[in-house]
């Protein structure tokens, strides 16, 4: 948290002093200046005074124009050199509502820091939109910079890309090359990081493309997946249910956790209600279906071989092998002795 060397309320009231009556109550209720620190629309603000919500943002621009004339707003500069003091040591370039954060909790107070952002010559604001969210900066090529590295780091990233946050700041920082030394840190590339709306980390602190169900989890599914990719081994649906429930809090039921593994192609059953994740190697098909594609692969095969190739993709007892091996109709012996594909 940021310390301030000035009183918020004590400067606004200052700037404010010279404002006509109607010209101070639109600002107050603008910015949320009140005991409430409810920001009143241009709609509301108008009913009150029985004009348009035309007319209101002609009298807040004209009010905010008088404040920045004003010798009390001139006295108060050195409010505005902290603030960008402030603003450069978090990068330069911040999300607006992260930033008001780490200035002050307190909401009515960010909403009187929101106006001097608003009044200060050196900020500039760019509203939120599909990419990014609300953010400001004292410095525009680099805020020109920043946004483009986070469009170029998101196009490298597939749907299922998950990766650490240390592995998504390195590959960041690439794309930060013509940056100045001192903003190419890790904690400012990761403030960076969360002005993107199309990149983000899911609740195990992994990043990856905002909408995918690796980051954005739905269900028990992606719930699961998170879990079983986390372990790094094959689990028992129990396990994974407890893990869900222990990890997430989420309350989930063990035949409801088994239920969605069998339905996701994510999932694989490598064993009696065990399973392992597709994407490190395991195929599906039943036991005879596995040794088809193991000898394929290998060609003619010992029994010993066929045994330890298949104990890798499934959690089995060595009798269920050789019991699918010895069946005539899927697998026949060669002069050599070796199991081959009927």
């Not at 020109?144 to 990766?163: A, M």
């Amino acid at each position: 948290m940021a310390t301030l060397s000035f009183k918020p309320k004590q400067v606004t009231k200052r700037i404010l002093s010279p404002l006509e009556d109607r010209y101070y109550d639109v600002i107050v209720n603008r910015f949320g200046l009140g005991d409430d620190a409810e920001r009143k629309t241009l709609e509301a603000i108008g009913k009150v005074y029985g004009i348009t919500r035309e007319r209101v943002r002609q009298i807040e621009n004209a009010a905010l124009t008088a404040i920045k004339k004003s010798d009390a707003f001139k006295a108060e500069q050195s409010v505005f050199q902290e603030l960008k003091s402030h603003m450069v040591s978090h990068g330069a370039v911040v999300p607006e509502e992260d930033f008001l954060s780490a200035l002050s909790k307190d909401p009515l107070l960010q909403n009187h820091l929101y106006l001097y952002l608003v009044l200060g010559d050196d900020f500039k604001r760019e509203k939120e939109d599909e990419h990014f969210k609300s953010r400001w900066t004292v410095d525009e090529p680099l805020m020109t910079q920043v946004t483009n590295s986070l469009k170029n780091l998101y196009k490298e990233l597939s749907d299922e890309d998950l990766i650490s946050e240390p592995d998504v700041v390195n590959r960041f920082l690439e794309h930060l090359k013509e940056v100045a030394g001192e903003y190419r840190t890790e904690e400012i590339a990761r403030r960076w990081l969360s002005i993107s709306k199309t990149i983000a980390k899911n609740p195990l602190g992994d990043w990856g493309k905002a909408e995918s169900s690796n980051i954005k989890t739905r269900g028990i599914r992606d719930y699961a997946f998170l879990m079983m990719r986390k372990h790094g081994n094959p689990m028992h649906f129990r396990e994974v249910a407890k893990a869900i429930c222990d990890t997430f809090d989420k309350k989930t039921h063990v035949a409801t956790c088994h239920n969605e593994l069998i339905k996701d192609d994510r999932f694989i059953l490598v064993g009696r209600g065990v399973y392992a994740l597709q994407e490190w190697g395991y195929k599906k098909g039943v036991v005879r279906d596995v040794i088809k594609e193991i000898i394929k692969k290998n060609g003619p095969m010992s029994k010993e071989d066929v045994v330890n190739q298949v104990m890798k993709e499934r959690y089995l007892k060595k009798n269920t092998i050789l019991v699918n091996l010895q069946n005539p109709k899927y697998f026949k012996k060669n002069k050599q002795g070796l199991y081959t594909v009927a």
